[in-house]
């Protein structure tokens, strides 16, 4: 079945590097994103990465594949409180459905 | 360039009611999706339209229905409101089917349903 798994929470200090993981189980994934919720927002679209790929990077972000193990990650250069928000991310096979994790919710502090 | 507009934002309808929202994806684009969010479901997949046909429905019951129009513009009906229908529901649009998913989706800000 399709289900994504993500921690709810991290927390880090301003400027450090913040890592946010995801877990997937549908082997048939072939686009997996990032998200990101800002209070009273929508999603906003940071980044996302085809399945024949191991590494994506964009600016302070960073993904990493690991297919076979279907884990995904985010991680946040410099991370800065802007970057404070809800991280959701999410995958999607032939149906073209977004299938979202619970959401990983960053808090900087300065 | 205009993103998705969502309307309206807010919205208090009374259990039994039925509501309309609608969604103006970003011009040019053709496929629409809709997402209800709550804290407890989390993000769930509502139905997806591309050339006015529903291409794909999730798992909610047969009370939320929703339709595009040529203009690529989208309506979500829900009928018979119940409590639990108070949630976030988000529009998304993408550019075409068959690359959506490597264009990725845009999603509006959401109208915010109350059902009292």
């Known amino acids: 079945g399709e289900d994504v798994e993500q921690s709810l929470f991290l927390s880090v200090r301003e400027g450090d590097s913040s890592v946010i993981n995801c877990t997937y189980t549908?082997?048939?994934?072939?686009?997996l994103y990032w998200y990101k919720q800002e209070p009273g927002a929508g999603l906003q679209l940071l980044t996302y990465?085809?399945?024949?790929?191991d590494m994506k990077q964009d600016q302070r972000l960073t993904v990493l594949l690991n297919k076979k193990d279907k884990h995904l990650s985010l991680r946040i250069a410099d991370t800065q409180t802007g970057d404070s928000a809800i991280y959701f991310c999410?995958?999607?096979?032939?149906?073209?459905?977004?299938?979202f994790g619970q959401g990983t919710t960053l808090q900087v502090k300065p | 360039k205009a993103g998705v507009t969502q309307t309206p934002r807010y919205l208090i309808k009374t259990r039994g009611q039925q509501v309309t929202l609608s969604c103006s994806p970003i011009?040019?684009?053709?496929?629409v999706s809709w997402y209800q969010q709550t804290p407890g479901q989390g993000l769930q997949f509502l139905f997806e339209?591309?050339?006015?046909?529903?291409?794909n429905k999730g798992n909610f019951p047969g009370r939320f229905s929703g339709r595009q129009f040529s203009n690529s513009r989208s309506e979500m009906n829900v009928s018979t409101l119940e409590l639990g229908d108070s949630a976030l529901y988000l529009c998304?649009?993408?550019?075409?089917?068959?690359?959506?998913?490597?264009?990725?989706?845009?999603f509006g800000s959401g109208t915010r349903l109350t059902v009292v």
């Open positions: 998304a649009s993408s550019l075409d089917w068959g690359q959506r998913r490597s264009y990725g989706y845009t």
């Open positions: 549908d082997s048939s994934s072939t686009y």
């Open positions: 990465i085809f399945s024949n790929m």
């Open positions: 999410a995958e999607t096979s032939n149906t073209g459905k977004l299938i």
């Open positions: 011009s040019g684009h053709r496929s």
């Open positions: 339209y591309f050339s006015e046909t529903q291409r």
